[in-house]
């Protein structure tokens, strides 16, 4: 399992290349919690979280939880975005 890092570093250079859906106007981050899926140093597929400097587990705990729930009402509803 790999250590956590050290200190932080500006998303940019951690995710280069990686693109996601812009926020909502007037939306501002707080802070995140990312579930990444990589190669790792052997070329295996992983996963592995990373947090803001202000991340704390509990909350992320109950912020994926409620993602699961969400999900998993999307997929049973059949749910289309609106904003894709």
């Known amino acids: 399992m790999p250590e956590p890092p050290t200190s932080n570093k500006p998303i ?3 995710l280069s290349g990686v693109e ?3 926020l909502p ?3 501002v981050v707080l802070g995140f919690h990312a579930m990444l899926k ?3 140093e052997d070329g295996d597929v992983n996963w592995i979280s ?3 400097e202000d991340g704390h587990y509990i909350e992320s ?3 994926m939880r409620a993602a699961v729930v969400m999900l998993e009402c999307q ?3 059949g749910y289309q975005p609106d904003d894709t």
């Open 12 to 14: 940019g250079d951690v």
């Open 20 to 22: 996601i859906q812009p």
């Open 25 to 27: 106007e007037g939306w």
């Open 38 to 40: 990589c190669l790792d």
């Open 50 to 52: 990373r947090y803001t």
């Open 61 to 63: 705990l109950g912020a």
């Open 75 to 77: 997929v049973r509803d």
